[in-house]
């Protein structure tokens, strides 16, 4: 539709410029005659009355003299020589030229300017048709992005936290640069690498330094690149690819997300002949065919390996799959000092302190972190970024934003206190569980009060004790409204879901049952996955068991803060007194030994205002109190 609007655009504008071309020839025309001629009437007249002394005639023009002598001009008839006559009686004197013709540049005008705008509008419609075919053509095209001069700069200097698979990949760096060692040997090349991994762990960051490592051309493309609503672009899209990874092979062609078109064929709804599975069995005979491509050497991530179509991952295709994993402490600690290395930083910032207080973290997290603090370096006019920045930085990630403008009653005040007091208690009394790091009452993102564990090292396996402990943090804060305030709230729901879900899966897939036994149940369906049956007598067996642990962990949970009701109402008075504990202030709170905030105070407030401040810590003091075994005065 857009073509053919342009194609009329076209047409309507030489239409109208021969338009005005032929107007203003015309209105030249018609000017002359009107200003110069003079009607033939009144030429006829005068020779009758024998007013005219010569006249030169060319061709129907008639110029010449009167007896006043006075020029005339006038248009003679065709046909009419009757006049020729009567001026010879007259005595008139007659002089006959032959006729001029018109200026050549007009002759060109009349004669060529029909042809001349048929051949302008002929070239216009061509050219638009051309182009109108190209982006048809160019449409089934691969719109993979080649970077031959300006390849990829970035090394294995770049990436951190993952040596062994850097290492791994060396290899193919090596191979690249030099074929023959291999291949004298009769070795061959992987076809083909799979990175797979958690996302921001560094896949694709990874593949533009094999690029940039092998000083090859690097063709990239997104594996949704391919898909497309019509029939047919997609494979059209992926023999594009392969035509322009020949050209400049030895070559990396690396697709981003190839889960989007590698998904395990059959599993839709749409038959087995849809345009994604067109697209995969393309790519399946790009990769190892009957025409093989040497040289070529194709890099994929993706998040999903579990879900890509057996054939894709044979070897052959994909002849390794390289697992990415989340970097550990000394991984966290290279990856933080490439984010940092050009940001000024203050001297009491330790790196090493950040890396194991980070466990979990992805490489694109802790540059989150690192930008974050810097971000919140400048807005607090900070010359440097300090290790505060850091902290402030870490917890806006990993707890959300403080909600300042949220105004919490003082009864929710006082719940949540003892509910944080609790998951703090519990986890510092039982010896499998992490190390509490910070507690607070500040809301932040959709909590209103957080207890913030990390693990003294990275864990890898989980231990049954372990996951125990882990229940009896979780319930901790519902057992601590409970005995401390004789009610419970929705402030425990989702440690309770989670709760749960660790409690299922350590009966249903874990195998940490004795009625049940070393036996992976699937409990939920996969799509395009079959179900594996499953009895409802074994169903009902998985949700007596899972009771069973909740409930035990639970009663255990509650002795152990009833044993430990004095720690519990330190840590509250605590927290809602400071409203953030951290490191040693736990241990100090706990015991009751956490001196008050206004004794911290650098400036002595004045007797007037002393007696003040006496009078609010006592009402304070009393409203804790007040709030703490004493259910009759919550209400």
Not at 601 to 608: D, H, L, M, Q
């Amino acid at each position: 539709m857009e073509k053919m609007k342009e194609v009329g655009k076209s047409l309507a504008l030489w239409l109208a410029i021969a338009l005005l071309v032929i107007l203003a020839f015309n209105f030249f025309n018609s000017e002359q005659l009107k200003n110069h001629a003079e009607p033939f009437s009144t030429f006829v007249q005068q020779v009758e009355k024998g007013e005219i002394k010569k006249v030169i005639i060319q061709g129907q023009k008639v110029i010449g003299i009167t007896v006043d002598n006075k020029p005339f001009e006038t248009y003679m008839p065709p046909g009419y020589n009757d006049i020729i006559k009567k001026m010879t009686e007259k005595g008139v004197e007659i002089e006959v030229r032959p006729e001029e013709g018109s200026p050549w540049y007009i002759t060109v005008l009349v004669s060529w300017l029909p042809m001349i705008f048929l051949i302008l509008l002929w070239l216009s419609m061509m050219r638009q048709m051309s182009a109108g075919s190209n982006k048809a053509l160019s449409f089934a095209r691969s719109r993979a992005k080649v970077f031959i001069d300006n390849k990829p700069k970035v090394t294995f200097k770049d990436v951190a936290g993952i040596d062994e698979v850097k290492e791994e990949v060396a290899e193919i760096v090596d191979f690249l640069k030099n074929p023959k060692k291999y291949q004298q040997l009769g070795g061959r090349i992987p076809k083909g690498i799979l990175l797979a991994g958690a996302p921001g762990t560094g896949k694709t960051l990874l593949a533009k330094a094999i690029a940039g490592e092998a000083n090859v051309p690097f063709l990239s493309v997104s594996g949704s690149e391919f898909v497309e609503m019509f029939v047919g672009v997609g494979a059209s899209r992926v023999r594009d690819l392969f035509e322009q990874a020949k050209k400049h092979a030895p070559c990396i062609v690396f697709i981003d997300e190839i889960d989007a078109v590698g998904r395990k064929r059959g599993a839709g709804f749409t038959g087995g002949h849809d345009e994604r599975e067109q697209t995969l069995n393309q790519l399946l005979v790009e990769m190892d065919g009957f025409e093989s491509s040497e040289g070529i050497i194709v890099i994929a991530a993706t998040n999903r390996p579990d879900i890509l179509d057996p054939a894709l991952l044979r070897p052959g295709r994909f002849d390794r799959q390289i697992y990415v994993p989340l970097p550990d402490v000394k991984g966290r600690l290279e990856i933080l000092k490439i984010h940092t290395k050009d940001k000024p930083l203050a001297d009491d910032v330790d790196l090493e302190v950040i890396a194991r207080s980070t466990p979990g973290f992805s490489g694109a997290d802790l540059a989150n972190i690192v930008n974050e603090a810097a971000l919140i370096a400048a807005r607090k006019n900070h010359g440097k970024i300090t290790m505060e920045d850091f902290e402030e930085a870490k917890d806006k990630v990993t707890m959300g934003i403080e909600r300042k403008s949220m105004v919490l009653s003082e009864q929710e005040k006082v719940t949540t206190a003892y509910h944080e007091a609790g998951h703090t208690l519990v986890a510092k009394l039982l010896p499998n569980a992490d190390k509490v790091h910070k507690v607070t009452i500040i809301p932040r993102g959709k909590a209103l009060g957080i207890t913030q564990q990390l693990p003294e090292e990275d864990r890898y396996t989980y231990t049954k004790e372990y996951l125990l402990d882990r229940l009896c943090v979780l319930f901790g804060g519902r057992v601590a409204e409970e005995l401390a305030l004789g009610t419970i709230s929705t402030g425990a729901g989702n440690d309770i879901e989670r709760a749960t879900e660790i409690a299922r899966k350590m009966v249903a897939e874990w195998g940490m049952s004795e009625k049940i036994g070393p036996i992976a149940v699937k409990l939920r369906e996969e799509f395009g996955e079959p179900s594996e049956l499953v009895s409802e007598e074994m169903k009902r067996l998985i949700d007596k068991e899972v009771k069973r642990i909740i409930k035990e962990t639970y009663e255990r949970t509650k002795e152990l803060i009833a044993n430990n009701m004095d720690k519990l109402e330190n840590l509250a008075k605590a927290l809602l007194e400071r409203e953030t504990l951290v490191g040693e202030e736990i241990d100090l709170a706990m015991k009751g030994e956490l001196p008050s905030s206004d004794t911290d105070s650098k400036t002595p407030p004045t007797s007037g205002g002393k007696k003040e401040e006496e009078k609010k810590s006592k009402e304070k003091e009393e409203r804790i109190e007040g709030f703490g075994l004493n259910p009759q005065l919550e209400a």
